[in-house]
């Protein structure tokens, strides 16, 4: 199995681009999870998903985020126009079933840096 | 809002001592779960507690679940290097089945 999958590992953009943070979740699993870690504020889910469809985006930050899952097997976070603030690792993890009483298994992150 | 605090923030302890991390919940809690992150590395989810005062072993770290099921522990005894990392403790609110809310995290280094 080859976990959890994302992509890239390392963004640096400049501020006002789009940027857009890739997630191929474990085969079989029904929950999809993205969230910031930063320095400051720690690991903050930002959106999950049970199957496809988005549950709470909530900790989504403004509309400057936004996140899709077209299919069981893959999910976009994109964010437009980035800041510096956005400047995190971003995880995305994933859970077999619809519900968050399984463990969660995290991909090895995204880090992004906006100049 | 719902929150799960963790203390303390950092430890840093003499390698075999022992370590413990703490977690409160503001809320009652469905279960919670424990990860620990190596520097520079993701979440790794190490157990899951979902009984009333429930306490488990893995080897030298014991987990336990408060009566209230509002605060847990985790207990590590006689530190190696190898348990340097962040532990994070991660409640599911008893109102909100599928929301995970994970703690700040302890982050613990060990001194050889």
């Known amino acids: 199995d080859a976990g959890v999958i994302q992509s890239p590992r390392h963004e640096v953009t400049e501020m006002g681009q789009e940027v857009t943070l890739r997630c191929k979740p474990i085969?079989?699993?029904?929950?999809l999870f993205w969230y910031r870690q930063t320095m400051m504020r720690g690991l903050e889910l930002l959106i999950y998903f049970n199957n496809n469809v988005p549950i709470d985006d909530s900790g989504m930050p403004e509309d400057r985020f936004s996140a899709k899952m077209p299919n069981a097997s893959f999910s976009t976070l994109k964010i437009q126009p980035s800041e510096p603030r956005d400047s995190a690792v971003y995880f995305c993890?994933?859970?077999?079933?619809?519900?968050?009483?399984?463990?969660?298994?995290f991909g090895p992150g995204t880090r992004l840096t906006v100049l | 809002g719902q929150q799960v605090m963790q203390i303390p923030q950092y430890q840093h302890v003499q390698e075999g001592e022992d370590f413990t991390t703490y977690c409160n919940s503001s809320?009652?809690?469905?279960?919670i779960q424990w990860y620990k992150q190596r520097p520079g590395g993701h979440p790794v989810f190490l157990i899951q507690l979902v009984k009333s005062g429930e306490v488990k072993k893995q080897k030298r770290l014991t987990f336990q679940f408060g009566e209230a099921k509002k605060n847990s522990s985790l207990h590590i005894t006689a530190t190696q290097t190898t348990d340097v990392g962040t532990y994070f403790c991660a409640g599911i609110p008893k109102t909100s089945y599928d929301k995970v809310i994970f703690g700040p995290g302890t982050s613990l280094s060990v001194i050889p």
């Open positions: 809320t009652t809690l469905s279960n």
């Open positions: 993890a994933s859970s077999p079933l619809a519900s968050s009483y399984n463990e969660q298994f």
């Open positions: 085969s079989g699993h029904n929950s």
